[in-house]
């Protein structure tokens, strides 16, 4: 009975929004926290709070990385707030469950203090070690990712005249390759982040993997419902070659 109540729990996907908008509060935050510390070589008000915590694990990142790593991650769900807002044409129908709502909500905080906290110990003290190959990898591939996602979130929007106006088959940019090009873009993101960090930091490699192992069921699953919404001869002219669900050469 409890469980059937449970399963009724379920707000508008384009909630979805919210994850970026609270995410994006995080990451101005903490610039805030962090501009202070360098500045004024006082904590302000969180870090303040974290000195009473036990500061093991906080030496792991470098002052650099962290400080590259909260940039691109404001400009990540910068761009997503504005493509959610101002871009895309979400359904009025779609919905999602509420426990996938408070996941959302809580990954991206996640996400944004994992970018310095595990380098805490490092921002306070002048920088030993630059690497600067595996930052301009990392901002590199963020930028490329980037772009590729922007565009597959426009291709996705101009499919619909209005809110209302149903699902077709997505062309160009990577949807020539890949069932869920955005996905793969998104896996993208966070790998660039784990390369500026050198997979030291452990909260954005659970990031990584949760990205990874989360959207490629949901590309499964979009490639599901494809097959089964859209004849396979006309599918199989609009993609002679086929397509992989989210990595190319993999998945
Ligand atoms: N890091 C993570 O764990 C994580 C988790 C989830 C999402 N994300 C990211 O968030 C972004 C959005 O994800 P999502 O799951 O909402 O993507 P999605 O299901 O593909 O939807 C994106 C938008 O495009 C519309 N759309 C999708 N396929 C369409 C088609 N064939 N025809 C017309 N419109 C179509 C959707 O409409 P509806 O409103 O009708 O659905 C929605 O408005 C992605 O870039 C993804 O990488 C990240």
Not at 171 to 184: A, I, K, Q, S
Request: aromatic content about 16%; charged content about 15%.
């Amino acid at each position: 009975m409890w469980a059937t109540q449970l399963s009724k729990l379920i707000v508008p996907k384009h909630y979805f929004s919210h994850f970026y908008v609270i995410g994006l509060a995080f990451a101005l935050f903490s610039a805030i926290e962090l501009t202070y510390l360098q500045l004024c070589h006082q904590p302000f008000l969180l870090i303040r709070v974290l000195k009473y915590d036990n500061m093991e694990g906080t030496q792991r990142l470098d002052k650099h990385a962290c400080i590259v790593g909260l940039i691109m991650m404001t400009l990540h769900l910068t761009r997503r707030v504005y493509e959610s807002f101002w871009i895309e044409k979400p359904s009025k129908t779609a919905t999602m469950h509420f426990s996938h709502y408070l996941i959302g909500l809580g990954f991206y905080g996640a996400m944004v203090f994992g970018t310095w906290l595990e380098g805490l110990s490092s921002l306070g003290k002048p920088q030993v070690e630059t690497h600067l190959f595996s930052t301009m990898v990392a901002i590199i591939l963020f930028v490329y990712a980037s772009i590729h996602q922007h565009n597959c979130h426009v291709i996705l929007a101009s499919l619909r005249k209005d809110t209302d106006s149903g699902y077709t088959i997505p062309r160009g940019d990577w949807f020539e390759w890949l069932v869920t090009p955005h996905y793969f873009a998104d896996i993208l993101v966070y790998l660039s982040l784990c390369i500026l960090y050198r997979f030291q930091g452990h909260i954005l490699i659970c990031g990584l993997v949760w990205t990874i192992t989360n959207l490629s069921v949901v590309a499964s699953e979009t490639k599901l419902w494809y097959q089964v919404h859209f004849p396979t001869e006309k599918y199989n002219l609009a993609f002679p070659n086929g397509r992989w669900n989210i990595i190319p050469g993999c998945y």
